[in-house]
């Protein structure tokens, strides 16, 4: 069982910068791949971005490219999301989840951990 905590959510004027972390407790991640997700309210939950166990491959959301980016270090069990040129429309609760295979995947069916989330909110 892997739980996930996400951190680095918060309060952010439109154009600035957040970097959000994901660490995993229980058990390491040991050949997981990670994604971001995110459910703005009255929304559905849509892919970010995602990440491979080693780090190679790397999926990103056409909403967010060039803006977000992914990373991890597996030695510290932790996944981040750095996220610049952050807009209004980037406000959301964000989720981090792993799945128990080492490929990315931007289908939130494939993933088997969700944390709990941490709130973005971008003001104009």
């Known amino acids: 069982q892997v739980q996930l905590v996400e951190s680095g959510g918060g309060l952010v004027q439109a154009g600035g910068s957040l970097r959000l972390s994901c660490v995993a407790s229980?058990?390491?991640?040991?050949?997981?791949?990670v994604g971001w997700f995110r459910q703005a309210p009255g929304k559905e939950r849509e892919f970010v971005t995602a990440?491979?166990?080693?780090?190679?491959?790397?999926y990103v959301a056409d909403s967010v490219k060039g803006r977000f980016t992914i990373s991890r270090d597996n030695a510290k069990n932790t996944v981040y999301l750095q996220m610049n040129s952050l807009k209004p429309e980037d406000t959301a609760l964000y989720y981090c989840?792993?799945?128990?295979?080492?490929?990315?995947?931007?289908?939130?069916?494939?993933?088997?951990?969700w944390g709990q989330g941490t709130q973005v909110t971008v003001s104009s």
């Open positions: 989840a792993a799945r128990i295979r080492p490929s990315a995947s931007d289908y939130g069916r494939d993933y088997d951990y």
């Open positions: 229980g058990r390491t991640f040991n050949g997981n791949a």
């Open positions: 990440i491979s166990w080693t780090g190679k491959i790397q």
